[in-house]
């Protein structure tokens, strides 16, 4: 990845250019070192922390993050065919 004093180079912008938003802040993200500093420690601290879920929401807010809910298995107990 380029340093930051290129960020406006030709080849720069066709590597981002099909990048949605989300895709581009994990880019950033990905080279921030202030980010991947505190993603170190975070991960350190999750190994032994009693309340996960407390911490995780403290380091997403803190960088903005938004991560959907679990997904949930929704399927009745009853067997049925998906087709005939």
Not at 14 to 37: C, G, I, M, V
Not at 54 to 63: D, E, K, V
């Amino acid at each position: 990845m380029p340093t930051a004093s290129d960020w406006r180079s030709q080849a720069i912008a066709a590597e981002t250019a099909d990048l949605d938003y989300a895709d581009f802040a994990q880019e950033f993200l990905r080279h921030n070192k202030e980010y991947r500093r505190q993603y170190a420690r975070y991960a350190a601290r999750r190994n032994g922390a009693s309340s996960k879920e407390t911490l995780s929401t403290g380091f997403a807010r803190r960088w903005g993050l938004v991560f959907s809910d679990r997904s949930r298995c929704f399927r009745r107990s009853v067997s049925c065919a998906l087709a005939a």
